[in-house]
């Protein structure tokens, strides 16, 4: 089975300052990666998914990810943060297997400070 | 399209009583789940359905949630009776059956609070 490790669960960085969010994944076939967004009241948002290809995947809102497969990890990544970048952030897992079920990390709240 | 349409927005109950909680999918997605959140276990999958049935209902906690998807375009998430540690925000998703995974939807949530 899947799983996803999102070891910080709180994370604060200045206005303009880049930002790593770390994700760790244990899956024994290909995995399937997403990052999601969840600003306060909302729902989560897709942010950008890795499926095959180019290990280096570019999102919505100028982020972007890397895969790296030797450190089962994918890293989410933004040169600048903006004040509207704080929020929740979700590293997603699924599974090749023809059903949709994703398993979700625990969550990494950004805190943006002026 | 509108997106993922869930209401109530809010419900506010007391601890004993029914909370039917309502879901419509993105119109064309086939695959459609529910999940809850809360701060002490996160974003957890209660049950997922392709084609209007139940595929994995490993998630529900116990026999007083329920949920059904009668069609395509709507799907509901009972619980009976109701409990304060029922409450959280419940999220419906709806997504695309294929492989790879494609990218699932959620609605706004409900947030649930039970007295």
């Known amino acids: 089975a899947q799983s996803v490790t999102q070891p910080d669960i709180h994370i604060t960085v200045s206005e303009g300052a880049s930002l790593e969010l770390r994700c760790n994944y244990s899956?024994?076939?290909?995995?399937?990666l997403f990052w999601y967004v969840q600003s306060p009241g909302q729902g989560l948002q897709l942010l950008l998914k890795y499926f095959s290809g180019d290990t280096l995947v570019q999102g919505i809102k100028g982020f972007e990810a890397e895969f790296k497969r030797s450190q089962s990890s994918f890293n989410l990544r933004k040169p600048s943060v903006h004040w509207s970048d704080a929020a929740e952030y979700f590293c997603?897992?699924?599974?090749?297997?023809?059903?949709?079920?994703?398993?979700f990390g625990t969550g990494t709240r950004l805190l943006v400070s002026p | 399209d509108a997106g993922v349409i869930q209401s109530p927005r809010h419900e506010v109950t007391e601890m004993g009583q029914e909370v039917t909680l309502r879901c419509k999918p993105i119109s064309g997605h086939n695959s459609l789940f529910w999940y809850r959140q809360t701060m002490m276990r996160g974003l957890e999958l209660l049950i997922y359905?392709?084609?209007?049935?139940?595929?994995?209902d490993s998630g529900m906690p116990e026999d007083r949630f329920s949920a059904k998807m009668p069609n395509a375009s709507f799907s509901t998430l009972k619980i009976q009776p109701s409990e304060p540690r029922d409450s959280a925000v419940y999220f419906c998703a709806s997504s695309l059956q294929g492989a790879p995974p494609d990218t699932q939807y959620f609605g706004p949530g409900t947030r649930l609070t039970v007295l």
């Open positions: 899956y024994g076939a290909t995995p399937y």
């Open positions: 359905f392709n084609n209007n049935v139940p595929i994995d």
């Open positions: 997603a897992v699924g599974a090749n297997t023809g059903f949709q079920k994703l398993v």
